[in-house]
């Protein structure tokens, strides 16, 4: 017997099916007299409620609403309670806007911090992201709010990004790209969950019944319902058959009627549509049966906001302990993000911010003396002398520069992945002025990702905010002035140079299989393991004291140890637990993060932690067995501040588990760091399967599933004409570091995803008519599409009599 039993039989086969799509860009389908719709808003920082024309690429605008910091900010906290304040607060945001469902958090790995959306996503780790996300999801679920993990799964880069296959070995798959959504999903209960754009070694994660039906709902216990992303829809039936519930944005007639006709046919059998409609049912339900909303404070969510930034920053830097500022210190800040801030990412996060801060205009709450201001340079491009010379100036002035560079907006978006590690050369330019100077540099770094940092000897402190969303500013001042002690740690490594992240030079792939060729060795994973040298190692904060770990003792429940605080002030440590096997025969990073604790201690204070095992600390996924496995015996169970540098290591020995088979003379290159020199045939005999083969250069006939950047192969003059246009209009915008997400998501957008994006416009056929038209048939296809686009008006005006 199915939950809404009752309703269910009060349904005609054309309503169930109808309700297998949105109506519109952010709402369920409504049955008339029936069933009312709930309302889905982005995003995973802030709400983005659309109450004009919507758009799933942040362009038209929203309702006013706090922004929180990003994903990748928050990370740095290392604290899940603090995704769950903000996670809290957006949620009761969203029940002041009714929203009833929040599509967020985000929690890709950042494979490769150059990934357009690293700064949405929290980590290179897959056991920090997962514990940071079920923080949050539990925190926006608490008063009734649907939260929607996203999204499910390998889905590492931008370019190509509905139009791209990750191809990935078993056990990267699992432990490094599943165990993050496990873990949120496990922990974290979400109601909903989001399906991701790619397909995985294959198969379109919406059609996946591995991923979305055996894994997701069996393996993980979710008891939720599953949304594609906006557009992720490809064969609606293969979706409902897998396990996918709603395919957003709305489709239209068209779409229920595929599934009408597969019921009819015996292709998709009633009972798997009950069984989808009843998941979906029931989540809808509940969240228009939930009470009414507390009360509301704009005060409040901004302190929610400005505690969750000043947690989350991070100290890199402290040369003669300049930090904190003295009282009454003379400064001069300097940097155009100083006014304006930067602090959030581009896209579907997009927030209409209510209360944004500037370090400039909130540097009079704090005890410092600002002796002038400067923009110093633009915010992106190359250096103006008469700006360079105006903040040179201000040195005679103060007694230290605040300056605060970093990412620009145009560096960081979803539909667009970094073309390198740099900040803009203008702001580079600046800090070499400064210097010269000989005053002190106190640098406040913005942006959501991994940079390069190749004048860092030019600064004296660096303090890194990521994107500390509308009160960042006051946060910054905070840690500047000593209010705070500074007790973020990076969620991600900061490599030396690009060249050294693992196929930097493959990423993002430019053809339609992406190969994973690093394997598990992803961030840390690789550098630890490969002795490469990085400017930060994950897990890097400083502190304005210091701390000493002793004590320490291993029993079957976890790690024990004292943590003494040897500094002159209270601080807030963050001990990492990190497991490695260093006899083993299998492929294993030399260390994984398995745990951590924080605690706070004041001057001289020791306190005794305890970081437990968990299911997660000694498994490993067995390719061959097609299963999670412990590996028994000896074990090296290191504490450290960060993953370089390991304080104490104790052993352990598992009794439980097996011996693996695997040869310890296997996959060589990946066991001795030498990752750059494994080829495509090296990664084939991890992968256990032949590579799929991507489409050599040339005209061909196009496909259904290629994206719109592929008609310059088109055989038509017209479709490689439209592909050049579009080509050209994009790199227009970059040229003028304003990228057009509109442009780029078209041109990464497949011929199908026309049908998907714009609800009845435009049908299937019409689509394959414009298709037909792309491969060379001008005049028929014209026809064709003038015939289909009648029939297709006929349908859709007799769709209105089942909508609410
Ligand atoms: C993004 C999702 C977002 C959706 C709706 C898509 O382009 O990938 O993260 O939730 O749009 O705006």
Redesign the pocket.
Same mark, same amino acid.
């Not at 109506?23 to 389908?29: I, K, L, V």
């Not at 931008?158 to 699992?174: C, I, K, P």
């Not at 400083?542 to 024990?560: C, H, P, V």
């Not at 061909?700 to 004409?721: F, I, Q, T, V």
């Given at each position: 017997m199915l939950k809404n039993q009752k309703l269910l039989e009060q349904l005609t086969l054309k309503e169930k099916a109808l309700l297998m799509a949105g109506q519109g860009e952010w709402q369920t389908r409504a049955i008339k007299g029936k069933l009312k719709s709930i309302f889905l808003s *982005?995003?995973p920082f802030g709400l983005r409620k659309q109450s004009g024309a919507g758009d !799933? #690429?942040g362009l038209n605008g929203s309702e006013p609403a706090t922004c929180f910091p990003s994903s990748a900010t928050l990370a740095n906290s290392w604290d899940p309670a603090v995704g769950r304040a903000v996670g809290r607060a957006l949620g009761r945001e969203a029940r002041r806007l009714e929203v009833d469902q929040v #599509?967020g958090p985000?929690l890709n790995i950042k494979r490769n911090p150059r990934g357009g959306r690293s700064f949405e996503y929290f980590s290179e780790d897959p056991y920090l992201a997962g514990k940071m996300a079920a923080g949050m999801i539990q925190g926006l679920q608490e008063n009734g709010t649907i939260a929607t993990p996203? !999204?499910l799964a390998v889905n590492s880069q931008e370019t190509r990004r509905m139009a791209s296959n990750s191809v990935v070995d078993q056990r990267a798959l699992h432990e490094i790209y599943l165990t993050n959504f496990e873990i949120a999903v496990k922990e974290g209960k979400p109601k909903s969950i989001?399906s991701s754009?790619n397909e995985i070694n294959g198969s379109y994660a919406n059609e996946s019944k591995w991923l979305l039906t055996d894994t997701l709902r069996k393996d993980w216990g979710f008891d939720g319902y599953v949304v594609t *992303?906006?557009g992720g829809d490809n064969d609606h039936v293969s979706g409902i058959k897998a396990g996918s519930n709603l395919a957003m944005p709305g489709l239209g007639v068209n779409a229920a009627e595929e599934v009408v006709q597969a019921v009819e046919k015996g292709e998709l059998s009633e009972e798997v549509l009950n069984q989808r409609v009843d998941e979906l049912l029931t989540v809808i339900l509940e969240a228009q049966a939930k009470p009414a909303a507390g009360n509301f404070s704009w005060e409040e969510q901004h302190a929610v906001a400005r505690d969750a930034a000043k947690k989350s920053l991070v100290l890199l830097k402290n040369k003669d302990q300049i930090l904190p500022l003295a009282k009454g210190t003379k400064v001069a800040l300097v940097g155009d993000f100083a006014k304006n801030p930067r602090y959030q990412g581009a896209?579907?996060s997009l927030i209409n911010s209510r209360d944004l801060e500037s370090l400039l205009a909130t540097a009079k709450d704090y005890p410092i003396d600002l002796v002038g201001y400067a923009q110093g340079c633009p915010r992106q491009g190359e250096a103006k002398p008469e700006l360079l010379k105006e903040a040179m100036s201000l040195a005679d002035k103060c007694d230290v520069y605040v300056v605060n560079v970093g990412l620009d907006e145009s560096a960081e978006s979803?539909g667009l992945d970094r073309p390198n590690l740099s900040i803009p050369p203008c702001q580079a330019d600046l800090l070499e002025a400064l210097a010269k100077t000989g005053k002190p540099i106190v640098l406040v770094l913005s942006g959501g990702a991994a940079i390069e940092l190749p004048w860092e000897g030019k600064v004296n402190a660096i303090v890194h905010e990521y994107l500390g969303g509308e009160a960042g500013a006051s946060a910054v001042w905070e840690v500047l002035t000593g209010k705070y002690n500074p007790s973020g740690r990076l969620a991600e490594s900061y490599p030396l140079t690009e060249t050294d992240i693992p196929f930097d030079n493959e990423f993002p792939a430019e053809k339609h299989n992406a190969y994973y060729k690093e394997s598990i060795f992803v961030g840390y994973r690789y550098y630890e393991t490969a002795g490469v040298k990085v400017k930060y190692p994950f897990g890097y904060g400083l502190s304005y004291t210091t701390f000493a770990y002793s004590n320490l003792e291993i029993d079957d429940q976890g790690a024990s140890l004292d943590v003494t605080n040897t500094g002159q002030v209270a601080g807030k440590e963050t001990v990492q637990l990190y497991i490695g096997k260093e006899d083993s025969p299998l492929l294993r990073p030399k260390r994984e993060l398995k745990g951590w604790a924080q605690v706070d201690l004041e001057p001289g204070e020791t306190k005794r932690i305890k970081i437990p095992f968990d299911e997660y600390s000694f498994r490993y996924f067995d390719q061959s067995l097609e299963t999670w496995q412990e590996e028994k015996g000896h074990y090296q169970i290191m504490l450290g501040r960060n993953v370089a540098d390991v304080v104490l290591t104790g052993e352990y020995d598992l009794k439980r588990g097996i011996v693996p088979k695997e040869s310890s003379s296997s996959y060589g290159k990946y066991r001795e760091g030498k990752l750059l020199l494994v080829t495509d045939q090296d990664f084939a005999d991890l992968y256990g399967a032949k590579l799929p083969k991507n489409l050599p250069a040339g005209r061909r006939e196009l496909e259904w599933n290629d994206p719109l950047r592929e008609m310059a192969n088109a055989k038509s003059w017209l479709g490689r004409a439209v592909a050049k246009w579009l080509a050209n209009k994009i790199q227009q915008s970059l040229d003028e570091s304003k990228p057009d997400l509109n442009f780029l998501f078209n041109y990464n957008m497949p011929f199908r995803a026309m049908t998907k994006m714009m609800g009845d416009m435009i049908s299937r056929p019409m689509a394959e008519d414009i298709l037909f038209i792309v491969n060379g048939h001008f005049w028929r296809g014209t026809g064709r599409l003038i015939r289909d686009y009648f029939q297709n008006n006929r349908k859709v005006k007799n769709d209105k009599d089942v909508q609410e």
């Amino acid at each position: 017997m199915l939950k809404n039993q009752k309703l269910l039989e009060q349904l005609t086969l054309k309503e169930k099916a109808l309700l297998m799509a949105g109506q519109g860009e952010w709402q369920t389908r409504a049955i008339k007299g029936k069933l009312k719709s709930i309302f889905l808003s *982005d995003g995973p920082f802030g709400l983005r409620k659309q109450s004009g024309a919507g758009d !799933h #690429l942040g362009l038209n605008g929203s309702e006013p609403a706090t922004c929180f910091p990003s994903s990748a900010t928050l990370a740095n906290s290392w604290d899940p309670a603090v995704g769950r304040a903000v996670g809290r607060a957006l949620g009761r945001e969203a029940r002041r806007l009714e929203v009833d469902q929040v #599509l967020g958090p985000a929690l890709n790995i950042k494979r490769n911090p150059r990934g357009g959306r690293s700064f949405e996503y929290f980590s290179e780790d897959p056991y920090l992201a997962g514990k940071m996300a079920a923080g949050m999801i539990q925190g926006l679920q608490e008063n009734g709010t649907i939260a929607t993990p996203k !999204h499910l799964a390998v889905n590492s880069q931008e370019t190509r990004r509905m139009a791209s296959n990750s191809v990935v070995d078993q056990r990267a798959l699992h432990e490094i790209y599943l165990t993050n959504f496990e873990i949120a999903v496990k922990e974290g209960k979400p109601k909903s969950i989001m399906s991701s754009y790619n397909e995985i070694n294959g198969s379109y994660a919406n059609e996946s019944k591995w991923l979305l039906t055996d894994t997701l709902r069996k393996d993980w216990g979710f008891d939720g319902y599953v949304v594609t *992303d906006w557009g992720g829809d490809n064969d609606h039936v293969s979706g409902i058959k897998a396990g996918s519930n709603l395919a957003m944005p709305g489709l239209g007639v068209n779409a229920a009627e595929e599934v009408v006709q597969a019921v009819e046919k015996g292709e998709l059998s009633e009972e798997v549509l009950n069984q989808r409609v009843d998941e979906l049912l029931t989540v809808i339900l509940e969240a228009q049966a939930k009470p009414a909303a507390g009360n509301f404070s704009w005060e409040e969510q901004h302190a929610v906001a400005r505690d969750a930034a000043k947690k989350s920053l991070v100290l890199l830097k402290n040369k003669d302990q300049i930090l904190p500022l003295a009282k009454g210190t003379k400064v001069a800040l300097v940097g155009d993000f100083a006014k304006n801030p930067r602090y959030q990412g581009a896209g579907s996060s997009l927030i209409n911010s209510r209360d944004l801060e500037s370090l400039l205009a909130t540097a009079k709450d704090y005890p410092i003396d600002l002796v002038g201001y400067a923009q110093g340079c633009p915010r992106q491009g190359e250096a103006k002398p008469e700006l360079l010379k105006e903040a040179m100036s201000l040195a005679d002035k103060c007694d230290v520069y605040v300056v605060n560079v970093g990412l620009d907006e145009s560096a960081e978006s979803e539909g667009l992945d970094r073309p390198n590690l740099s900040i803009p050369p203008c702001q580079a330019d600046l800090l070499e002025a400064l210097a010269k100077t000989g005053k002190p540099i106190v640098l406040v770094l913005s942006g959501g990702a991994a940079i390069e940092l190749p004048w860092e000897g030019k600064v004296n402190a660096i303090v890194h905010e990521y994107l500390g969303g509308e009160a960042g500013a006051s946060a910054v001042w905070e840690v500047l002035t000593g209010k705070y002690n500074p007790s973020g740690r990076l969620a991600e490594s900061y490599p030396l140079t690009e060249t050294d992240i693992p196929f930097d030079n493959e990423f993002p792939a430019e053809k339609h299989n992406a190969y994973y060729k690093e394997s598990i060795f992803v961030g840390y994973r690789y550098y630890e393991t490969a002795g490469v040298k990085v400017k930060y190692p994950f897990g890097y904060g400083l502190s304005y004291t210091t701390f000493a770990y002793s004590n320490l003792e291993i029993d079957d429940q976890g790690a024990s140890l004292d943590v003494t605080n040897t500094g002159q002030v209270a601080g807030k440590e963050t001990v990492q637990l990190y497991i490695g096997k260093e006899d083993s025969p299998l492929l294993r990073p030399k260390r994984e993060l398995k745990g951590w604790a924080q605690v706070d201690l004041e001057p001289g204070e020791t306190k005794r932690i305890k970081i437990p095992f968990d299911e997660y600390s000694f498994r490993y996924f067995d390719q061959s067995l097609e299963t999670w496995q412990e590996e028994k015996g000896h074990y090296q169970i290191m504490l450290g501040r960060n993953v370089a540098d390991v304080v104490l290591t104790g052993e352990y020995d598992l009794k439980r588990g097996i011996v693996p088979k695997e040869s310890s003379s296997s996959y060589g290159k990946y066991r001795e760091g030498k990752l750059l020199l494994v080829t495509d045939q090296d990664f084939a005999d991890l992968y256990g399967a032949k590579l799929p083969k991507n489409l050599p250069a040339g005209r061909r006939e196009l496909e259904w599933n290629d994206p719109l950047r592929e008609m310059a192969n088109a055989k038509s003059w017209l479709g490689r004409a439209v592909a050049k246009w579009l080509a050209n209009k994009i790199q227009q915008s970059l040229d003028e570091s304003k990228p057009d997400l509109n442009f780029l998501f078209n041109y990464n957008m497949p011929f199908r995803a026309m049908t998907k994006m714009m609800g009845d416009m435009i049908s299937r056929p019409m689509a394959e008519d414009i298709l037909f038209i792309v491969n060379g048939h001008f005049w028929r296809g014209t026809g064709r599409l003038i015939r289909d686009y009648f029939q297709n008006n006929r349908k859709v005006k007799n769709d209105k009599d089942v909508q609410e």
